[in-house]
């Protein structure tokens, strides 16, 4: 089974539409999915209780497990005015819940070993933004949480890897006035933001490459 968080949205509403229906399981939270055919559960991955009561519910669908972690939040402040509260939510979001959902997959990962865990971070933890001290931060704990994951389970063919993502053409971006979009562009070598299909690519050579195990694939079109 695939499962897709932030499918609703943006980058994982793309991913979860290109993989086949019966396959995939989409998470969403405030957002409703798109398309009523496709399998969809309504989950606030920072909520251990109703992260349980799913896991409950599907535990025994679940084999073979490929699970790519698209949700995500921001929140902008330099890190001398940000609102503690905000800063601590980015974080539970994007590292631990993250992270409470990989704990739960793990153990049928284990038994049937096999599994697959892809997680989005993103350039600006590698960067250094102004305005970005929690989502960077959520983002490069990612890297360290794959390696020590990695390490406890690569014998048991379960691979755990991120992409790390520049500016993608849709998701986040469009919450950014056109101006800062296009000065951003002019950043990027490539000259254009990523598309949505390298995104899949690279998700597709992850679940395809089982040495590939504890890492990162920089997917920015040359940024840093
Ligand atoms: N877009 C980019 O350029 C870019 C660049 C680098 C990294 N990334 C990373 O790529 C991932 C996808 O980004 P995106 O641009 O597609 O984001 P997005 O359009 O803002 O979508 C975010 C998704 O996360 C879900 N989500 C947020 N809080 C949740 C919660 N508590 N429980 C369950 N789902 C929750 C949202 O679901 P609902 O709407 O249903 O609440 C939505 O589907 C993120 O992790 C982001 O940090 C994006």
Redesign the pocket.
């Known amino acids: 089974m695939i499962i897709v ?9 793309r991913i979860f539409k290109h993989f086949p229906e019966k396959e995939t399981l989409g ?5 409703p999915p798109a398309d009523p055919r496709r399998r969809s559960y309504r ?4 909520c251990e209780a109703e992260v349980d009561l799913f896991f409950r519910k599907i535990s025994p669908e679940l084999s073979k497990v490929v699970l790519i972690n ?5 929140y902008n402040s330099v890190a001398h005015k940000a609102d503690l509260d905000q800063w601590k939510k980015v974080v539970d ?2 590292l631990t ?1 993250t992270y409470n959902l990989i704990r739960k997959v793990l153990p049928v990962m284990r038994n049937d070993n096999y599994g697959r865990i892809i997680n ?5 933890a590698q960067k250094g933004v102004a305005g970005t001290s929690a989502y960077a931060a959520s ?1 490069s704990a990612l890297w360290g949480l794959a390696r020590a994951v990695a390490a406890e389970n690569g014998g048991k063919n379960i691979t755990i890897n991120n992409i790390n ?4 053409e ?4 469009e919450q950014v006035p056109d101006q800062v979009r296009d000065d951003l562009i002019k950043q990027i070598p490539s000259r254009r933001l990523c598309p949505v299909s390298d995104i899949i690519n690279t998700v597709e050579y992850i679940i395809a490459t089982p040495y590939l195990n504890g890492t990162s694939i920089d997917l920015n079109g040359g940024l840093f």
């Open positions: 968080t932030g499918s609703s949205r943006g980058i994982g509403k998470i969403y939270h405030a957002t989950l606030d991955i920072g698209c949700a995500g939040i921001s979001i994007n819940a989005l971070s993103s350039v600006v983002k993502l520049g500016y993608c849709t998701g986040m971006i």
